[in-house]
Structures are given as structure tokens and as C-alpha cells.
């Protein structure tokens, strides 16, 4: 049996070890926004603080907004006004 996934993410690490986590459990599914409050992308995932570094992992908005259209929601959009 082949199984044949595209998987897109993004490794957010901390850039020293003195930094705080990126997430935290329960966190899964949080919009990331970056610094002018575009949506960048969804918080996957992490695997936690360790001694020295912390990694989280999101898929990116563009990514996951292409395969809402494409699995039966074409008119999806974020336009609010």
C-alpha cells in the first residue's frame, strides 16, 4: 500500500537558551501573526522547551488556505469588511 501526503511546516526555533518557549501545551491550532498582524500561519505542534533550544512547528496560512479551497470551500477568504 502506498500512501502518497504533502506535509508543508515551518520550524520556529528560539534563537539562544536563555529564551522562553515559543508555545506551550495546548497551543495547537493558534494563529501566528507577524509583527504587522498578518496571519503567517497555525501552530502545530512542539516539542517543548529543552535545555538549550525549543522548536514549535507551523504550517503556513497560504498552504493551509489553497487546501480549504481546493477540499470544497472555494469562497473561503479573511476579508472582514
Known sequence: M???QTSMEWGIMNYDGK????????????????????IGGMLTGGAGKMK????TYATPWWWLLECIKANGFPDTHLDVL
Request: charged content about 20%; glycine content about 14%.
Open 19 to 38: 529564551s522562553e518557549g515559543f508555545s506551550r501545551p495546548g497551543d495547537s491550532g493558534s494563529i501566528i501573526a507577524g509583527i504587522r498582524s498578518r
Open 52 to 55: 538549550a533550544w525549543d522548536m
Open 2 to 4: 502506498s500512501i502518497h
